[in-house]
């Protein structure tokens, strides 16, 4: 880790877990134990991201373990809670609407996903014909399959955490209404949605955009985040204004 540059506490419990994209790895004290010498995986997926999330998990775990003097508190249960969510979504029904519309969203963008997955090297073809014909100067065409890489990038990203930090956040129904540290710990990660799904959108709209003729799939994805969205900010109406350490 850099000297000059101070760890920022806590700024590891409201990320996205994103370590390629993130510009504060070098004051986060979750990428310094868990990659001291940096990142050598350049490939990103589901796998990578639940991995991530559980070695966060532990790190804020052993926190709390610290602080708490090994007491199992509320904070300490959300923490078990959202562990669970990853290892394994629960064998129980999803009672909370909320939830259940994440669960739709897992399965529907993974659907497309499959159906998808030659999208961006037909991109390239296309970009490569145009460029060939003098249709389109080099620099649009790299401009146009960047645009198109970081939005399904995004989309697979952010598909997978938006569900598990929903669960996360959703724990503040059975914490204690007067306790304002834990409250707060629970808003941080609705933002940590909010702000998930805000990236998620941009990069369905990027898609629409350039690809009208997907536009009622993509609508469904629109339509089913956008709902999403309203719910978390109805039943967490402080959320957005929440501070994440370093983030905001």
Known sequence: MNKEAEPIPGIYNYCNSWCERCAFTQQCLNFASQYPNGLKQSNIDAETLVKRLMETLELTKSYVDKV??????????????????IVLRSNEPLRNPIAALCDDYLRQTAAWLQQ???????????????VNLGLRPQEAADALLLSLKDAWEVIKWYRTLIPVKVVSA?????????????????????????????HSLLAWHTLLENYPEKTDDVLDMLVLLDRIRRQMEAAFPEARSFLRPGLD
């Open 68 to 85: 708490r003097q090994q007491r199992l508190l509320p904070e300490h249960q959300a923490i078990e809670q959202e562990t669970k969510a």
């Open 116 to 130: 998808e997955k030659d999208l961006l090297e037909q991109a390239a073809h296309q970009q490569a014909f145009e």
């Open 170 to 198: 959703l724990q503040i129904n059975t914490s204690p209404a007067n306790d304002t540290t834990l409250r707060a710990y629970f808003n941080g990660k609705a933002k940590l949605v909010l702000v998930s799904i805000d």
